[in-house]
C-alpha cells in the first residue's frame, strides 16, 4: 500500500487560487501539475504495480461482447446468452447454462465470465438485514460492499477501488492510500453478488430484489472514472444487457472532482450525483477533504449545481457531524447561505469514528440544532441512519482489512 500524505490545518493561505495548484502535500493521485497524463480529469490512474483483473463480460458493452463470442469462434449471440444469465440468472456457473452447447460452455465461461471476488467473510447484523462482505481479488486486493435492507428498498453500497487515495482523515479507508482501481467488471460483480444473495432468500424478509445501489464503499469512483462508468452502464442497463437497475436509483458519491463531476453531467445519465462536503469553508474543508485545495467548495458546488441543471436531478450533500470540528451554528448559517435555493438536498452523517481517530460525533441536541437552521432557512435535510456500525459497515468504516478475521 503506498502511503498517504496527509494534510495539516493552516499550511497555506488561501487567497490565490492558482496558488492552490503548486500546493502539496496533495492526496494520492493528484499531482500538482500533468505531466503523467493525468488527462482531463486532472487525476492520474492509479499506479500500475499490479495485475489488471482478467477481461470480464461485464467489463464490455453488447457490442464489444458479441464482438469477443466471434473470436471465440462463437456466434455473437452467444454472448447475449450470457449476458443473460450473469445478469438476469444471477450465474456464472456453466453447468447452468443449458442453452448453450455443452462442448463450448466451459470455454465461453471460462473467457468472459473469470470469476473475480472471492468472499473472504460474510458479517451481518440488524437482525440479518445489513450483511457485509470482505472480497479478495485475484491479486490480492480486498475490498467491502455492504447491503442493507429496509422496510421500501434495498441498498447496496460497492466500492469502486481498493483503498483510496483521497486521504481524508476522518474516513477509514483514506488512512491506507489507494491500492488499484477496481475493473469495471469488480464493482458489478459487488452487485451481481448482492443481487444473488437477495434473490436466494438469506437476507430476513423473504427473497427480494436489489433496488438501489450506492457508490459508497470504498474508494474515489470519479478518480476511477471510465471503469465506474461502464459499471454504471451494466448496473442500469436493461435485462439482459444489463442488471437493470434504474438510473435514477443509482447514486455516485464524491470529494468533488470538479473536471470529473462536469464530465459526468455531461453523459446525459440520469444518477444522481452525492457530494461529500463536510464543511461549508474553504479553511476547514481543506484539512477535512485534502482535495479541497485543487478544487475549493465554491467550485465543487458550482460544478454539482450544474450536474442538478443537467440532469434535473437534485444533488445530496453529504455532511460527516464532527464535535466541536464542522457542527457549529455559524457553519450551518453558512452551509445555508451556499444552499438556499438550490437544487441540493443535505445528508448528516453523525460521524463513525474510526479506530485511533481524535474525532467524535457531535453532540445529539448540536446536531439537532445545526438541522434546525438548515430547515429553517429552507435547505431540505435529513439525518443518515449509521446501518453496520457494529460490523464496521458504516459510512467511512470500510477498512478491508483482513486482520480481524
Ligand atoms: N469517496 C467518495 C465515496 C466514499 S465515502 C466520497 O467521499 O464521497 C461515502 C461517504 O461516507 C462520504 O460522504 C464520506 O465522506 C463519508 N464518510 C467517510 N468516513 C466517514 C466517517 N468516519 N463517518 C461518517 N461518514 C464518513
Same mark, same amino acid.
Given at each position: 500500500? /503506498?502511503?498517504?500524505?496527509?494534510?495539516?490545518?493552516?499550511?497555506?493561505?488561501?487567497?490565490?487560487?492558482?496558488?492552490?495548484? /503548486?500546493?502539496?502535500?496533495?492526496?494520492? $493521485?493528484?499531482?500538482?501539475?500533468?505531466?503523467?497524463?493525468?488527462?482531463?480529469?486532472?487525476?492520474?490512474?492509479?499506479?500500475?504495480?499490479? %495485475?489488471?483483473? !482478467?477481461?470480464?463480460?461485464?467489463?464490455?458493452?453488447?457490442?464489444?461482447?458479441?464482438?469477443?463470442?466471434?473470436?471465440?469462434?462463437?456466434?455473437?449471440?452467444?454472448?447475449?446468452?450470457?449476458?443473460?444469465?450473469?445478469?438476469?440468472?444471477? #450465474?456464472?456457473?456453466?453447468?447452468?447454462?443449458?442453452? +448453450?452447447? @455443452?462442448?463450448?460452455?466451459?470455454? +465461453?465461461?471460462? @473467457?468472459?465470465?473469470?470469476?473475480?471476488?472471492?468472499?473472504?467473510?460474510?458479517?451481518?447484523?440488524?437482525?440479518? #438485514?445489513?450483511?457485509?462482505?470482505? *472480497?479478495?481479488?485475484?491479486?490480492?486486493?480486498?475490498?467491502?460492499?455492504?447491503?442493507?435492507?429496509?422496510?421500501?428498498?434495498?441498498?447496496?453500497?460497492?466500492?469502486?477501488?481498493?483503498?483510496?487515495?483521497?486521504?481524508? !482523515?476522518?474516513?477509514?479507508?483514506?488512512?491506507?492510500?489507494? &491500492?488499484?482501481?477496481?475493473?469495471?467488471?469488480?464493482?458489478?460483480? =459487488?452487485?451481481?453478488? $448482492?443481487?444473488?444473495?437477495?434473490?436466494?432468500?438469506?437476507? !430476513? $424478509?423473504?427473497?427480494?430484489?436489489?433496488?438501489?445501489?450506492?457508490?459508497?464503499?470504498?474508494?474515489?469512483?470519479?478518480?476511477?472514472?471510465?471503469?465506474?462508468?461502464?459499471?454504471?452502464?451494466?448496473?442500469?442497463?436493461?435485462?439482459?444487457?444489463?442488471?437493470?437497475?434504474?438510473?435514477?436509483?443509482?447514486?455516485?458519491? &464524491?470529494?468533488?472532482?470538479? !473536471?470529473?463531476?462536469?464530465?459526468? @453531467?455531461?453523459?446525459?445519465? /440520469?444518477?444522481?450525483?452525492?457530494? /461529500?462536503?463536510?464543511?461549508?469553508?474553504?479553511?476547514?474543508?481543506?484539512?477535512?477533504?485534502?482535495?479541497?485545495?485543487?478544487?475549493?467548495?465554491?467550485?465543487?458546488?458550482?460544478?454539482?449545481?450544474?450536474?442538478?441543471?443537467?440532469?434535473?436531478?437534485?444533488?445530496?450533500?453529504?455532511?460527516?457531524?464532527?464535535?466541536?470540528?464542522?457542527? =457549529?451554528?455559524?457553519?450551518?448559517?453558512?452551509?445555508?447561505?451556499?444552499?438556499?435555493?438550490?437544487?441540493?438536498?443535505?445528508?448528516?452523517?453523525?460521524?463513525?469514528? #474510526?479506530?485511533?481517530?481524535? *474525532?467524535?460525533?457531535?453532540?445529539?441536541?448540536? %446536531?439537532?440544532?445545526?438541522?434546525?437552521?438548515?430547515?429553517?432557512?429552507?435547505?431540505?435535510?435529513?439525518?443518515?441512519? #449509521?446501518?453496520?456500525?457494529?460490523?464496521?459497515?458504516?459510512?467511512?468504516?470500510?477498512?478491508?482489512?483482513?486482520?480481524?478475521?
Amino acid at each position: 500500500m /503506498s502511503s498517504v500524505q496527509r494534510g495539516k490545518k493552516g499550511e497555506r493561505p488561501m487567497a490565490d487560487a492558482s496558488a492552490r495548484l /503548486s500546493v502539496s502535500p496533495l492526496p494520492v $493521485g493528484l499531482a500538482a501539475a500533468d505531466p503523467a497524463g493525468v488527462g482531463d480529469l486532472g487525476v492520474a490512474p492509479a499506479p500500475r504495480r499490479r %495485475a489488471r483483473p !482478467p477481461r470480464h463480460l461485464a467489463d464490455l458493452d453488447p457490442a464489444a461482447r458479441r464482438a469477443a463470442a466471434t473470436e471465440l469462434g462463437q456466434p455473437a449471440y452467444r454472448a447475449d446468452q450470457l449476458a443473460r444469465h450473469y445478469f438476469a440468472r444471477l #450465474t456464472d456457473d456453466p453447468a447452468d447454462m443449458t442453452d +448453450l452447447p @455443452a462442448v463450448a460452455r466451459a470455454e +465461453l465461461a471460462a @473467457a468472459l465470465l473469470p470469476p473475480l471476488l472471492a468472499a473472504e467473510r460474510e458479517q451481518d447484523c440488524d437482525g440479518g #438485514t445489513t450483511r457485509k462482505t470482505l *472480497w479478495r481479488a485475484l491479486d490480492g486486493a480486498l475490498v467491502e460492499s455492504v447491503l442493507m435492507r429496509y422496510p421500501d428498498r434495498v441498498t447496496l453500497c460497492v466500492s469502486s477501488q481498493a483503498g483510496c487515495g483521497m486521504a481524508c !482523515p476522518f474516513c477509514a479507508t483514506g488512512q491506507a492510500g489507494l &491500492t488499484r482501481n477496481l475493473s469495471a467488471a469488480e464493482i458489478v460483480a =459487488q452487485v451481481v453478488a $448482492g443481487a444473488r444473495a437477495m434473490a436466494s432468500g438469506v437476507v !430476513p $424478509g423473504g427473497p427480494g430484489r436489489v433496488s438501489n445501489v450506492v457508490f459508497m464503499g470504498m474508494g474515489e469512483p470519479l478518480a476511477n472514472y471510465p471503469n465506474v462508468l461502464s459499471a454504471v452502464r451494466r448496473i442500469t442497463e436493461p435485462v439482459p444487457d444489463g442488471i437493470g437497475i434504474s438510473q435514477r436509483s443509482l447514486t455516485v458519491s &464524491t470529494v468533488g472532482l470538479v !473536471p470529473a463531476v462536469r464530465k459526468l @453531467a455531461a453523459e446525459g445519465l /440520469s444518477v444522481r450525483l452525492a457530494v /461529500s462536503l463536510h464543511a461549508p469553508d474553504d479553511e476547514l474543508r481543506d484539512e477535512l477533504v485534502p482535495v479541497n485545495r485543487r478544487w475549493p467548495v465554491a467550485e465543487v458546488l458550482a460544478a454539482a449545481f450544474d450536474y442538478a441543471a443537467a440532469t434535473g436531478r437534485r444533488i445530496s450533500i453529504e455532511y460527516a457531524m464532527i464535535r466541536a470540528v464542522n457542527d =457549529q451554528a455559524w457553519r450551518a448559517e453558512l452551509l445555508a447561505d451556499l444552499l438556499a435555493g438550490r437544487l441540493a438536498h443535505v445528508n448528516l452523517i453523525p460521524l463513525n469514528p #474510526t479506530p485511533g481517530s481524535r *474525532w467524535t460525533a457531535s453532540d445529539p441536541d448540536i %446536531a439537532d440544532e445545526f438541522r434546525h437552521r438548515l430547515a429553517a432557512r429552507g435547505v431540505p435535510v435529513t439525518v443518515r441512519d #449509521t446501518r453496520g456500525r457494529e460490523i464496521d459497515g458504516a459510512c467511512g468504516q470500510l477498512a478491508a482489512t483482513a486482520r480481524r478475521a
